[in-house]
Structure formats: structure tokens, C-alpha cells
């Protein structure tokens, strides 16, 4: 069983940066890739993006490519999600997920809102 926890969400005006956090936890923790995806009311939720754990690659979607980046500090089970030059479509809560087995994304945090005002 593995635990994700969130953190750094909060309120921003428009072309300023938030900084999220996902903490890993668990008996035994792997992953192959960490990702990170958002939910904007009455939307779908939609992927942000991800890395993966060993090479540290990472992919974006376009929508934040130039803008967001994700880092990964492995000692210590944690990834981030940089987000800088937010706009008010960015609004979201924020999930971090992990990708065990190379399969899909099994486990899920529990979110954090992230509101860009304009």
C-alpha cells in the first residue's frame, strides 16, 4: 500500500508561481513514473504531466510545457510541481499519482487546490 500527501496549494494572482509537493509513503515504495494531474470544476480531470522515477524524464501536456516543471528528490519519496506564470485556467485541484508497475496510475493523493486569479 502506498500513501501520496500533497501539500502547497493555495490562492495566486495571475503570472505568479506555486510550488506542490507529493510525499510518498509505504512498506516498500517503488515507482516507474510519478504523475500529476488536475480537475477543474465541471471539467474532466486531465494530466499534467509526469516523471519517471529512475531516469528522471519528464513529459508535459501542452497546455503547461514552458511553465510547469516536475523534480523529483528520491531519498526522500517526494516530487514537486513547479508552476510558474499561472493564469486563471489553471485553476484546479491538483492530484499526484504513482504509477507502480509500469501499468497505470494505482495509487492517488488527495488533493490540493490551486486557485489563479485574474
Known amino acids: 500500500q502506498v500513501q501520496l500527501v500533497e501539500s502547497g496549494g493555495g490562492l495566486v494572482q495571475a503570472g505568479g508561481s506555486l510550488r506542490l509537493s507529493c510525499t510518498a509513503s509505504g512498506r516498500t515504495f517503488r515507482a516507474y513514473t510519478m504523475g500529476w494531474f488536475r480537475q477543474a470544476p465541471g471539467k474532466e480531470r486531465e494530466f499534467v504531466g509526469h516523471?519517471?522515477?529512475?531516469?528522471?524524464?519528464?513529459y508535459y501536456t501542452n497546455s503547461v510545457k514552458d511553465r510547469f516543471t516536475i523534480s523529483r528528490d528520491s531519498a526522500k519519496n517526494t516530487v514537486f510541481l513547479q508552476m510558474d506564470s499561472l493564469k486563471p485556467e489553471d485553476t484546479a485541484v491538483y492530484y499526484c499519482?504513482?504509477?507502480?508497475?509500469?501499468?497505470?496510475?494505482?495509487?492517488w493523493g488527495q488533493g490540493t487546490q490551486v486557485t489563479v486569479s485574474s
Open positions: 516523471i519517471t522515477w529512475n531516469a528522471g524524464n519528464t
Open positions: 499519482a504513482v504509477n507502480t508497475a509500469g501499468i497505470r496510475y494505482d495509487y
